[in-house]
């Protein structure tokens, strides 16, 4: 069985660095003329699964827009994952799933199996119940060659409270996280399947990302205010681990599929030449 981190690897290889997301909130809706509904959210999703799910190494549908429509749109959001998985490209389903017991297994069950029609490649999770309390995720997905990317680093301005708080030992609780995540990955080639979600936007960290040896997405490119060449900042010498990742720069460029496609080209080329400067000679990544 494949590892999620070989899986991500090759596709990076073959694609490019660059993750964008399937945001279906209802301003873009709006902006492509789509009716805020099931129709409209069926229509926005297919439009942008036809437009690069053959083209991008990894799509982000953000689960929560699809949940808001209730059971109807639950089941355009298992029908995007298939017309993902068909067109080639890797499905991080952003969920931000945490809990304990039985709820977190139930979680694992839903996203990381097999067997569950919401199954895909990887998930984002929160360890803000303890690192130790995603056990069931981590074993799911590695028993089904998946991944888990964990928030670590977010550029909302309320998480500094909690992720840069102090523990008795001296680290961060986002340095504890980083931590724990390094230690799943320890070994793993060509790549760790266990990720970390660092924002974008937040310049230095202050923190060591230097052992994760496993992706590391970076969520707030374009729109939020993030860009390429500021990568660098934030991820200092892990930088030939980043995922960019995309969202309203890409769908904002819509509803006509070859403007989509344009879109993701042009941010892909930019993240090729600021990844490039890691000291990579031929203008591509491959995440390590």
């Not at 926005?44 to 827009?65: C, H, L, M, N, Y």
């Not at 017991?101 to 803000?128: E, F, H, K, N």
């Not at 879109?263 to 400067?277: D, I, M």
Request: glycine content about 14%.
């Amino acid at each position: 069985m494949e590892t999620f981190g070989a899986r991500l690897h090759r596709a990076v290889a073959e694609r490019g660095p660059l993750c964008v997301g399937i945001d279906p909130h209802p301003g873009l809706l709006a902006d492509w003329g789509l009716p805020d509904d099931v129709a409209g959210l069926e229509r926005f999703s297919r439009t942008v699964v036809e437009a690069i799910g053959d083209r991008v190494a990894v799509v982000k549908p953000q689960s929560a827009f699809f949940e808001r429509f209730g059971a109807r749109g639950v089941g355009v959001l298992e029908s995007t994952i298939r017309q993902l998985r068909n067109a080639g490209a890797l499905v991080l389903l952003d969920v931000k799933r945490g809990d304990i017991g039985s709820t977190v297994r139930a979680y694992a069950s839903a996203y990381l199996d097999p067997s569950s029609p919401l199954y895909v490649d990887a998930i984002t999770a929160s360890p803000y119940l303890g690192v130790g309390s995603l056990a069931p995720m981590i074993s799911t997905a590695a028993a089904h060659g998946g991944g888990v990317f964990v928030l670590a680093l977010t550029s909302n301005p309320e998480g500094a409270a909690v992720q840069r708080a102090v523990g008795a030992d001296g680290r961060t609780v986002a340095q504890t996280v980083i931590d724990e995540i390094s230690q799943l990955n320890r070994g793993a080639e060509p790549l760790g399947s266990f990720g970390l979600v660092v924002g974008a936007t937040i310049g230095e960290t202050g923190h060591d990302l230097g052992a994760v040896n496993g992706p590391l997405l970076a969520p707030g490119l374009g729109a939020q205010g993030g860009t390429p060449a500021g990568l660098r900042t934030v991820f200092g010498a892990a930088l030939p681990s980043v995922l960019p990742s995309y969202s309203r720069e890409v769908l904002g460029a819509g509803p006509e599929p070859a403007a989509l496609r344009a879109a993701a080209e042009r941010v892909l080329t930019e993240c090729r030449a600021a990844l490039s400067t890691a000291g990579l000679t031929d203008g591509s990544v491959t995440l390590r």
